[in-house]
Nanobody, 126 residues
Framework: QVQLVESGGGSAQAGGSLRLSCAAS????????MAWFRQTPGKEREGVAA????????VYTDSVKGRFTISQDNAKNTLHLQMNSLKPEDTAMYYC???????????????????WGQGTQVTVSS
């Protein structure tokens, strides 16, 4: 059973930066699609970025391209999301997600993922 624990959320001013981390444990497959999602009250959970364990070309939703960077530390089984040039509209609860296998075209779809973290809040003020 994969367990995911997020950390690093908090508050920032617009234009500032935050770095989220997701510590993963319990891997039983060799390859996982790892992703970050975010959600605001009353809205659907939105896929932000995804990457394959072991290294791959990451994918991003259009609104964060050029500002956010997803990466992983394989030695520590940790996923990161570096968020720069933050905007108030980035305010949300951010979730780490994982599923065995390749990311593919379904990476933005929440039912695609088997495992979820508990979330970490990010608040950006103008």
């Amino acid at each position: 059973q994969v367990q995911l624990v997020e950390s690093g959320g908090g508050s920032a001013q617009a234009g500032g930066s935050l770095r989220l981390s997701c510590a993963a444990s319990g891997y039983s497959y060799s390859t996982y699609c790892m992703a970050w999602f975010r959600q605001t009250p009353g809205k659907e959970r939105e896929g932000v970025a995804a990457i394959l364990t072991g290294g791959s070309i990451p994918v991003y939703t259009d609104s964060v391209k050029g500002r956010f960077t997803i990466s992983q530390d394989n030695a520590k089984n940790t996923l990161h999301l570096q968020m720069n040039s933050l905007k108030p509209e980035d305010t949300a609860m951010y979730y780490c997600a994982a599923t065995p296998g390749w990311c593919g075209s379904r990476w933005k779809q929440t039912p695609f993922y088997n495992y979820w973290g508990q979330g970490t809040q990010v608040t950006v003020s103008s």
